[in-house]
């Protein structure tokens, strides 16, 4: 059973405001990831760390940043919101080799007015 | 470029109405398929993970196969609390990063 949360759950702000979206596990896990997901469309990997102090952009571009100061603390902020990033926000953090698996979290559904 | 194609993108069946999903995929050197169901303002919940051509795994009423070019989701008997949208993943290393490529997700919906 994967422990791992996200809060808030929902969020709506103004343009312009800054958010921190948190995300933490106890699993004990190095390697966690945030994923956006519009509906009906696929999961795309926007963040990830492979640990303590480690952070890399995913595949697409995004304006938010990540920080990774704690093993199970993972939280992603955009300093300056837009309509644009409405949206749901999904961390995920896996198992060591070899299964590697990734658990999901609940998610964070973000829209910005 | 990895890329992973879901089929059907909806599916309804009747309880008890058997079928299979499908996940078309393109990658170099697989590592592992992942196979996720997501209930609608939820994150994906883990199912199952395929490392190899010919591999198998069942869950209830759900059984994963893997061939070279593709996997398929069978569903034997489902039932309505089986309606979800059902995500397929593949895993290979790029540049040293193991992430997942996701698909689109066929949506499932079984009537009772």
């Known amino acids: 059973e994967a422990d791992i949360y996200q809060t808030p759950r929902y969020l709506v702000i103004g343009t312009g405001k800054k958010i921190t979206l948190e995300c933490s596990q106890t699993?004990?896990?190095?390697?966690m990831y945030w994923y956006q997901q519009d509906p009906g469309m696929e999961l795309h990997l926007i963040h990830y760390?492979?640990?303590?102090?480690?952070?890399e952009k995913g595949d697409l571009s995004s304006e938010s940043t990540v920080s990774r100061i704690r093993t199970e603390h993972f939280p992603l902020t955009l300093e300056s919101a837009r309509p644009s990033h409405t949206s749901q926000y999904l961390c995920?953090?896996?198992?060591?080799?070899?299964?590697?698996?990734?658990?999901f979290g609940p998610g964070t559904r973000l829209l910005v007015l | 470029e990895d890329q992973v194609t879901q089929s059907p993108e909806a599916l309804r069946l009747q309880e008890g109405e058997s079928s299979s999903l499908n996940c078309s995929y393109t990658v170099s050197g697989l590592r592992g398929l992942f196979w996720y169901r997501q209930d609608p303002g939820k994150g994906p919940e883990f199912l199952f993970t395929?490392?190899?051509a010919g591999e198998e795994k069942e869950k209830e009423r759900l059984k994963a196969t893997l061939t070279k070019k593709e996997s398929f989701l069978h569903i034997t008997a489902p039932k309505p609390e089986d309606s979800a949208t059902y995500l397929c993943?593949?895993?290979?290393?790029?540049?040293?990063?193991?992430?997942?490529?996701f698909g689109k997700g066929t949506k499932l919906t079984v009537n009772p």
């Open positions: 995920a953090s896996s198992d060591p080799v070899p299964t590697e698996t990734q658990y």
């Open positions: 760390s492979y640990g303590v102090n480690s952070t």
């Open positions: 699993m004990g896990h190095d390697k």
């Open positions: 993943a593949v895993q290979a290393p790029q540049g040293g990063s193991e992430k997942l490529v």
């Open positions: 395929l490392y190899s």
